[in-house]
């Protein structure tokens, strides 16, 4: 299958599968209140085999017995179904985040009625009984919809324990950090389901920001994708070579004249720092929603992929129903579907963006929330909006080379915690922004 392809039905059902797999990793896993999952998800949500894997935990919770892979592995074996010892080694091969559960659940709860209308079509087709039909999907209605209702005080429970195991150290919030330490200090870092908008004016920076944050996200063993809809993947690797070699940027543009040959065996040496740092770039230079949800979800088939970062939003077409419409509606509904796509693949999603010019009409250039281009439906899907500023690009003579270095990223929207700014260095000849070390500070 081509990397461009839509999902096929197959490809769906091994999603399932494998997300089938982590629920049932996780009860497995004997570190966790299983309970709360338990309560959550019936036989049904599971195909197979892993049904009655599902069946074994559940007899052995309810019977206040240990919930691993020894308990579950005797149960199957007294009910003669030893041979799902295999497909229990499946689900536990993995190295998978309690927190994550929910999301499974939802995953798993969605498959169900997905199955559950297929059913129903099929036996449509075979009986022509519309009224049994109907009244079929309406039992399959209430059903998925008694799903997702909880006791508020249960979930308060669930959410206590988790933040008991959370700061007892024995599970984690699933929060990248970006790798920019007065950054992170704002906003901790992106968490899964989070869609973040980072935006600034031509030349401010803002590519090379993201770059940054997924190369140093990367570099922490975190699973990042990158799509580059601008630049093609030969000019981004320019890029990252010159960041990880401090080579300037433009010597790739003649290097026959301008790169010796020790200083190509000393960028080879610089450019290993990324050989086992899982950044994986996607070239893509005619985006549509489609694609990219696409590329995402055949990727986490395989990997445990942290975040995606898209370059850039204005180069993403528009949904086929809205080409016809104002730009104004296009962006509106675009955003509205990256807002879904980022809920739907867990992962955290950063969209680079271009502001409008209002910022050069101000005597303070920052950007502000209304700056977002074309439509205020961004400020509102966004749970983070970043913008990056350099002052120098307003300045000329020396204020301007004074401040050539100092870049500051503006946090304007936070959804679940505070704003500021963060001063970073831009090494603009390198195509690198790193923080000031503790004996420079930017000039005011």
Aim: charged letters at 25%; glycine letters at 6%; proline letters at 3%.
């Amino acid at each position: 299958m081509s990397q461009n392809q839509l999902p096929t039905k197959t490809m769906t059902q091994d999603i399932n599968i494998s997300i089938e797999r982590k629920l049932l990793g996780i009860v497995l896993s004997d570190i966790t209140d299983i309970g709360p999952i338990l309560r959550s998800v019936d036989r049904d949500c599971f195909t197979e085999g892993r049904a009655e894997i599902y069946d074994a935990c559940k007899l052995n919770h309810d019977a206040s017995r240990p919930v691993n892979i020894v308990t579950v592995g005797k149960t199957l074996i007294e009910r003669k179904r030893g041979e799902l010892a295999v497909e229990m080694t499946h689900c536990t091969d993995g190295v998978y985040n309690a927190h994550n559960w929910k999301a499974y659940v939802g995953d798993l709860h969605e498959a169900k009625m997905q199955r559950g209308l297929e059913d129903i079509k099929r036996d449509l087709m075979k009986d022509f009984d519309i009224e049994r039909a109907f009244n079929r999907l309406k039992a399959l209605q209430a059903q998925n919809t008694e799903a997702a209702v909880f006791v508020a005080h249960d979930m308060l429970v669930d959410f206590m324990k988790e933040l008991d195991a959370q700061v007892s150290g024995r599970t984690s919030l699933e929060v990248t950090p970006t790798g920019l330490r007065p950054l992170d200090k704002i906003i901790t870092g992106f968490a899964a389901g989070e869609l973040i908008y980072l935006g600034g004016r031509p030349a401010m920076g803002k590519t090379l920001v993201a770059m940054q944050i997924a190369m140093n996200q990367a570099q922490a063993n975190h699973i990042v994708m990158f799509f580059t809809i601008e630049m093609s993947g030969q000019q981004l690797m320019a890029r990252m070579t010159s960041n990880l070699s401090e080579t300037n940027g433009a010597a790739f543009l003649d290097p026959y004249n301008r790169i010796s040959q020790q200083q190509v065996t000393e960028i080879s040496v610089a450019v290993d720092q990324m050989r086992e740092a899982p950044l994986l770039i996607v070239d893509l230079p005619e985006a549509t929603l489609s694609r990219i949800e696409a590329e995402i979800m055949r990727v986490k088939s395989k990997f445990d992929v942290r975040g995606v970062y898209i370059d850039y939003m204005q180069l993403v077409q528009a949904l086929p129903e809205d080409k016809s419409k104002p730009k104004t509606e296009q962006v509106t509904n675009l955003s509205k579907a990256f807002k879904a796509m980022t809920r739907r693949t867990k992962v955290f999603t950063v969209v680079v963006c271009s502001l409008s010019r209002n910022t050069e009409q101000r005597g303070d250039k920052r950007p502000m929330l209304s700056d977002l281009r074309e439509s205020g439906q961004l400020e509102f899907d966004a749970d983070k909006v970043i913008f990056v500023h350099r002052e120098a690009e307003y300045m000329s003579g020396t204020g301007r080379q004074e401040k050539a270095h100092q870049m500051e990223i503006i946090v304007r929207k936070n959804r679940n915690g505070q704003q500021g700014t963060a001063h970073v260095k831009a090494m603009l000849q390198f195509t690198k922004v790193t923080e000031y070390p503790p004996n420079e500070r930017p000039c005011q």
